[in-house]
C-alpha cells in the first residue's frame, strides 16, 4: 500500500493505516457493541422479573400469602391431559356412564303365567310390529288392524326387512352395547379437581385475566424507572473531503454522556460531558480535542411542587397494581365457580342421559309385555299402540339427552382450553360425592352474611380505593390553577483547547440562575379539569353506595337462593319417593288388571321426571352454597383453582371480624 501519513497518522483514500483515528473509532465500535450487545430475550427477562416480583409483594400485602404467577405459554393441554388415569373396562367405564350398563331397577311387570318381570330384548326398529300367529309379525300397513279411524289417512310403515342393510348408526351400536353414553376409545377420566387445574393453565379467559395484572405491574416498572438515574450515551463519527481534492480532508469523532433525575418534588437535574476530536488534512495542525461539561436545575415552587403532586403518577400506578390484584384474585373465586358449575352441570347431563335410558328399557318392556298380553287378548291393541308409541318417546328422548350431553361436554372443553375433539369422560363419582353434603341451612343470619361481605368483599375494597382516587385528582386539578414559578440554574465548563481535553476550565466556565414567573391569567381549560374532577368524585362516591348495595343484594339473593334450593332438594326427593312408589302400585294394579298401560306409563314417566328433578336440585344447592361464601368474599381458591371446602359458621364470622 502506498501514500502519505499525516502528522496524526491519519491516512489518505490511498495511504497506509493511521493510529489515532482507528484506535479511537475502534473503541467507539467495541463500546457500542457491548451496550447494544444485550438480546431481546434479556430483556424480556428483566421485564419478567420486575413484573413477577411487583405482582409476589402486592399479593403478600393484600392476600397474605405470594402465589406462583407467570404468563409463560403452557404446554399444550393435551399433553397434560394424557397424564390423567386413562379409562379402562369394567368398574371405570361403569363409573363413567353412571353405573352398570344395563341396570334397570325392577318394574314389577310380570310376563303372562307369572314368569316374572318381562326381560330387555335387543332393540329392533321400533317401528316393526312383534310377530305373533294372528299376523301382527307383519308391519302396520293400510287396513292392518288397528285401522285408521274414519277419516283419517292411514300411513304405510316400511319393513326394515325390505330395506337395504346398511351400518348402525352411533345409536343403534350404544343400543347393541347396552351402553347409554358413547364413551371414546383412550378417554381420560376428568375429575372436578382435575378441570379446576386444567382450567387455571389452560383456560383462554384466565391467561387473559393474567395477563392483564402483568401489564399493570410492567406499567409500574416505568413509573418507578422515571424516578431512578436515567443515563444516555451517544457516540458519532464523521468522515469528509471538499471541492475536487482526491483525498480524504477532515474528519471528527466525538461522544456525549448524560445523567437526568425527578426530584421528588417535581424538579429536574441533569448533568452532561461531551467530548469532540478533530482533524483538518488541508492544515498543518490537524487535530483538535474538545470537552464540555453542563449541569443544569429547574425545580417549581408553586404550580407543581410537592411530593403528592409530583408523584401522583407513581401512587396510581402503584394502587393501580393493588386493584389489578385483589380484582384477579376475585375473578378466580367467580372463574372457580363458574368451572364447577359447568362440570357438575355436564355430569348432571350425564344423568339424565342415564336415566332416560333406564327409561327407554323400562318403555320395551311395557312394550314387550303389551304385546304378550295381547296375543292372549288379554289388552287391547290400542294399549299396545300406546306403548310402542311411548317406547319410541322415550328412545327419542335419550338421543336426544344423548345430544345435549355432548354437546355440553364440548363447551365444557372449551371453558378449559382444551380443543372439542380431546377423548374426556367426566367423573361421575363426582356426582355421587354430593349426596353427601349436609341439606341444614346456614348457620348465620341474612345480616351476619350481608356485613361480612361488606368487610370482605375484594372488588368492594378497590371501589372504596377509587373513591380516594377520585379525591387526590382534585387536589392535582386545584394546584393546575396556580401560577408557574420555577426556578432555574445552570453552568457550562469547556476544556483547555487543543492540549489537555479532560482539563476542566472553571474559571472560564459559564454560571446561571433565574426564576422565571407565569401569571394564571390564562386557566381556561384547567378551570374545566377541575369542575370535572369535583363531578368525576361524586360519580364516584355514588358508584361506592351502590357498588355496597349491590353487594348486599347478591348476598342476600346468594342466602335465599340457599334456602329455597334446600327447601327444593327434600321436596324432590320426597317426590322421587312418592314416584318410585306410585311404579310399584301400578305395577301391582296391573297384575290384578286394575290399572291400565296409560296408567303404567304415566307412572314411569313421572318417576323418570322426578329422577332428573332431584339431580338439578342436588347441583343448584351445591351451587348455590358455592356462590354463598363467593359472595361473602370467604370462597379461598388455591394455586391449582380449588377452594376449601366449609361453609362458615357463626363463630368462624366473629373469629373473621376481630382479626
Partial sequence: MTGDLGRFGVPSFQGGVGLLFPRVLAVAVVLSAFLTGCSAEW?????????????????????????????????????????????????????????????????????PGGAGPAAAEPKKDPLQQPADDAGADQPLTEGAAPGPSPGETAVELVPTDAQPAAPLDKYALLEQKGQPIPVPE?????????????????SREHLSEQEGLYLTA?????????????????????????????????????????????????????????????????KETTQTATSTWAVSLSQPLLRGFGRSIAQEPLVQAERNVIYEVRLFERFRQTFAVDIADSFYRALQRVDTVRNQWTNYVRFTEVRQMNEALAKNNRVPEFEVDQARQDELSARNQWVTAVENYELELDRFKIELGLPTEVPVVLDARELEALRAMSVEPPEFSLEEAAEVALANRLDLMVTRDRVADAERQVELAKDQLRGDLTLTASTSIGSTPDVEALSARFHEGTYRVGMDYDLPVDRFSERNRYRQALISLEQQRRSLSLAEDNVKLAVRGAYRRVEQAIESYRIQENSLGLARRRVESTALLQRTGRARTRDILESQRAYVQAQNSVTQALVDLFIARLALRRDMGLLEVDERGMW????????????????
Fill in 644 to 659: 376449601t371446602w366449609q361453609m362458615p359458621t357463626r363463630e368462624n364470622l366473629v373469629e373473621r371480624e376481630n382479626e
Fill in 186 to 202: 383412550s378417554a381420560r377420566v376428568l375429575g372436578l379437581a382435575d378441570a379446576l387445574l386444567l382450567a387455571s393453565r389452560h
Fill in 43 to 111: 430483556y424480556k427477562e428483566r421485564a419478567d422479573t420486575q413484573a413477577y416480583g411487583i405482582i409476589a409483594e402486592k399479593q403478600q400485602q393484600e392476600l397474605g400469602e405470594s402465589r406462583a404467577f407467570s404468563i409463560e405459554p403452557p404446554a399444550p393441554a393435551v399433553a397434560e391431559l394424557e397424564q390423567l388415569k386413562p379409562l379402562s373396562a369394567g368398574a371405570e367405564l361403569e363409573d363413567a356412564v353412571g353405573g352398570p350398563l344395563l341396570e334397570a331397577q325392577p318394574t314389577g311387570l310380570e310376563a
Fill in 218 to 282: 410492567l406499567a409500574l416498572t416505568l413509573e418507578q424507572y422515571r424516578w431512578t438515574p436515567r443515563f444516555q450515551a451517544v457516540l458519532s463519527g464523521e468522515l469528509g473531503r471538499s471541492g475536487e481534492e482526491p483525498r480524504l480532508s477532515a474528519w471528527d469523532t466525538g461522544g456525549d454522556v448524560s445523567v437526568s433525575l425527578a426530584l421528588p418534588h417535581g424538579g429536574d437535574l441533569s448533568a452532561s460531558m461531551g467530548t469532540a476530536f478533530e482533524g483538518d488534512f488541508s
